[in-house]
């Protein structure tokens, strides 16, 4: 079936204006892969450092096609239970005394054990049935009606054998149940799986999805992105803030300040009324672009030269 949406994805450049209008500043292989996924119907595997856009991602392309999204945290220990469905137990229990009940009563009108086994065959088998069924994420998006887009984020983080699980719907969009059979999906998700790589995922894995890798934007698309987040800031203040945190990633830091980082630390310039940048305000505040101790010793030292860098190299950001 052809999803309501499926005009919005005519190209790849319809794609990435499409992203913008919901907020997302997509360069070329991200717009590209988005299309990919649609018109390929295979999943998109995003890996990247933490913080550079991969769950924003889904996030924009459910809120630009108008369609649900359904996300999965994924961790040490998730089973199906928790990501495809899990049965109501305790309507169970209570269907169970009901049904108890009535075969006492219908079961001791039969003269024989052969005729009331015959009764009991012409109770319906409901216990595991569609009633008795919670979908979890990966069920809630096979079923959505118009489609969705589902994120299954950081799955480096679950087990391999969770990973081994999910290969059947990644392959034909369909899950099977033991109890019920096979359930299809009518219109195909938009699936995105994460990645942070703290583990290597597998082959199979890797074979079922398109990949794409974000890395850290250069200058001009980290200006387009903030300018897009945040349009109340102002020119001058996004070129020296942009040159500044492209100066502070060439640093050998345990953890380089990301886009989400750059976004913080705007936000928190423009509460502070901030009109240019200065050492003293860099180093109150440097708490917001890195994460450790140890980076901000090692960066604070440097602010005045780094500063003074990113004045010189700064690219106009138009």
């Not at 924009?60 to 961790?75: E, K, N, P, S, T």
């Not at 990501?83 to 001791?108: F, H, M, P, V």
């Not at 200006?223 to 500044?244: H, N």
Request: with cysteine; charged share 25%; hydrophobic share 45%.
């Amino acid at each position: 079936m052809t999803p309501p949406w499926h005009d919005r994805l005519h190209s790849i450049e319809a794609t990435e204006a499409g992203l913008a209008t919901a907020g997302y500043i997509a360069s070329r292989p991200i717009a590209t892969a988005a299309w990919l996924a649609h018109h390929l119907r295979k999943p998109i595997l995003v890996e990247g450092p933490a913080g550079v856009g991969k769950t924003e991602l889904a996030k924009a392309l459910a809120r630009w096609l108008g369609i649900g999204l359904i996300r999965m945290q994924c961790y040490e220990g998730l089973d199906e239970s928790k990501a495809l469905y899990e049965w109501k137990y305790g309507k169970q229990l209570l269907y169970t005394q009901i049904l108890k009940d009535r075969l006492g009563a219908a079961l001791g009108e039969e003269p024989g054990l052969d005729a009331a086994l015959a009764r009991l065959h012409g109770f319906g088998d409901l216990f595991f049935s569609e009633q008795f069924l919670e979908p979890r994420p990966l069920l809630r998006a096979l079923r959505e009606p118009g489609g969705a887009v589902l994120l299954i984020d950081e799955v480096d983080k679950a087990d391999q054998e969770f990973e081994a699980f999910l290969l059947e719907l990644l392959s034909d969009y369909q899950v099977s149940i033991p109890e019920i059979g096979t359930i299809r999906a009518d219109v195909p998700p938009l699936v995105l799986l994460t990645s942070n790589s703290q583990r290597d995922l597998g082959d199979a894995l890797k074979r079922r999805c398109l990949h794409l890798h974000i890395g850290l934007p250069d200058a001009r698309l980290e200006a387009r992105i903030l300018a897009a987040r945040l349009p109340g800031l102002e020119d001058e203040l996004r070129r020296q803030l942009v040159a500044f945190v492209q100066q502070l990633r060439t640093l050998d830091l345990r953890k380089l300040p990301s886009v989400s980082e750059t976004i913080d630390w705007a936000r928190t310039l423009l509460l502070l009324h901030v009109r240019e940048l200065d050492v003293a305000l860099v180093r109150d505040t440097l708490n917001v672009l890195l994460k450790f101790e140890a980076d901000i010793e090692a960066a604070e030292p440097r602010l005045a030269e780094l500063l003074a860098a990113a004045r010189r190299d700064a690219v106009p950001i138009r």
